[in-house]
C-alpha cells in the first residue's frame, strides 16, 4: 500500500518551513537558506515587538540582531516539532526566551560587535516603527497585525509578479486598489476607462484578481505551517489579526 508521500496527499513537506524544521537538526545549507529567507522577510514584526517591549532603538537593533545569530548558527530549530510548527509562533517564543535569558549577556559586550547574519535596514525600521500610533495593543496583538501585514505584503508581491509575467502590469496595478474592497459601478466605469475596458470586462478582470489573491495568500501562509489544518488556522488568525484596530492611547 501507498503511504500518504507517495499520494501526494502532504503537499506541506516540501515548503520552507517544513524544510527548515527537518533538515534544520542536521544543520543543512537548504535548512539554513530557507531559514534565512523566512527570516528576511518577517524580521520586521520581531523588531517592532522589542521595541514594543521598552528598548531602545539601538539595543532592539543589537538583539534583533543577536537573535538571528543564534537562531542561524545555534541550530535553534532543531527542537522544534514540525507536528505542532507554525513559524509565526515559534519566532515569537524563541524571541521571547532569547529576551529572557540574553539581554544581561549582550548588553555587556561592545555594541556592533556581534554576528550580523542577515542585511537588515533597522534606520528604515525605526522610521516605519516611530509613524506607527501609540496603541493599547500589547506587543503580542501588535506582532500579530505586523505579521498578518507582512504576509499581506508578500502576498500581493507574488501576485503582482504573475501578472507582470503575463503582461498584465498595467491591469494589476489599476485593479490592485479593489482587491480588499468592494467596488461600485462608478469606480469599475473610472477603471474602465482608464484601462480602455468595458465595465463587464473590469467586474470579470476583478472577480479573477481577487480569487488569484486569496491562492496567493494561501501559498504564502503555507510556506510557514506544517499542516493543511494549520494553514486554515492560520488564515483565520491573520483575519482576526488585520481586525485589531491600533486605537490610539487618548481616544
Known sequence: ???????????FLTTRWSVVVEAGRVGSPTSRAALSELC??????????????????EDASDLTQAFFARLLEKNVV?????????????LLGSLKNFLANEW????????GGGSRPLSLDFEIADEKFRREPTT???????????????????????????YSKRGKAALFERL?????SAEDSDSRLA???????????????LH????????????????????????????????????????????
Do not use: C
Not at 1 to 11: L, Q, Y
Not at 176 to 180: C, D, H, I, K, P
Open 1 to 11: 500500500m501507498h503511504d500518504a508521500h507517495e499520494r501526494g496527499d502532504t503537499p
Open 40 to 57: 528576511e522577510v518577517y524580521w520586521y514584526p520581531l523588531y517592532a515587538y522589542v521595541r514594543r517591549r521598552g528598548y531602545s532603538t
Open 78 to 90: 532543531g527542537v522544534a516539532d514540525p507536528a505542532r510548527g507554525r513559524f509565526r509562533a515559534f
Open 104 to 111: 544581561d549577556k549582550l548588553h555587556a559586550q561592545k555594541r
Open 136 to 162: 493599547k495593543l500589547t506587543p503580542e496583538m501588535e506582532y500579530e497585525r505586523n505579521w498578518a501585514l507582512a504576509v499581506l505584503e508578500r502576498a500581493l508581491a507574488r501576485l503582482q509578479g504573475e
Open 176 to 180: 490592485r486598489s479593489a482587491l480588499v
Open 191 to 205: 477603471m474602465a476607462k482608464d484601462l480602455g475596458m468595458t465595465e463587464g470586462a473590469v467586474k470579470v478582470a
Open 208 to 251: 479573477r484578481m481577487r480569487g488569484a489573491f486569496r491562492e496567493s495568500l494561501r501559498t504564502e501562509i503555507a510556506e510557514t505551517v506544517g499542516s493543511d489544518r494549520d494553514l486554515d488556522d492560520e488564515l483565520r488568525a491573520l483575519i482576526e489579526a488585520l481586525s485589531h484596530k491600533p486605537q490610539v492611547h487618548g481616544e
